[in-house]
């Protein structure tokens, strides 16, 4: 495979049968995910195991950390921009948009004093998020706001972000003695 275009319809194909199985599916139930992280003993830096792969998360020097990886923020705007990128080739697959390239390019800022006395009104998450969508296609202009559309409509972290969730947790209190136990 040499272009982006041949990717789209490969990508198309696999799209159409993946709807197909799924509309015809008597007991289809929703995705579930998850992922697992582990702060490591002296370094702080946070393995993050999602299915078979590891992700290494850390903090800059100037954090107590040894810049092994992205901290969390950064990652979240990697994420957006993952999930920005195959959305978008996911709805030029469907609807035949030929896309010679593909970037995006996401931005935010979260202030180091954030909610802290005299700063309670600067949110403490990243915030000022921004996205560009740099693609390089034969189609009109039209054909790509309409997409573009699709896209917004379509990416579930761009939505995730865009509307409230209700997030819910809990904290496990382990004794020092009974996880040494259980990892023995």
Known sequence: MSTLNEY???KRE?????????????????NRFGAKVRAKGRSGVREIRIRDFQIISDSPADFAGYDLGP??????LGVLGSCLTHITLIQA?????KLESL??????QQH???GRPGYEDIPIYPHNIEY??????????ETIDRLHEAVEKACPVLNLLANPQIITGEVILTAPEAKQAQEA
């Open 14 to 30: 696999a799209s159409i049968a993946r709807r197909e199985k799924a509309q015809n599916d008597p007991n289809l139930q929703p």
């Open 103 to 108: 970037e995006v390019e996401v931005t935010g």
């Open 71 to 76: 901290s969390s923020p950064e990652l979240q």
């Open 8 to 10: 789209l319809l490969q």
């Open 112 to 114: 180091p004093l954030a």
């Open 93 to 97: 697959a469907e609807r035949g948009v």
């Open 132 to 141: 560009k969508l740099t693609i390089v296609s034969p189609e009109p202009q």
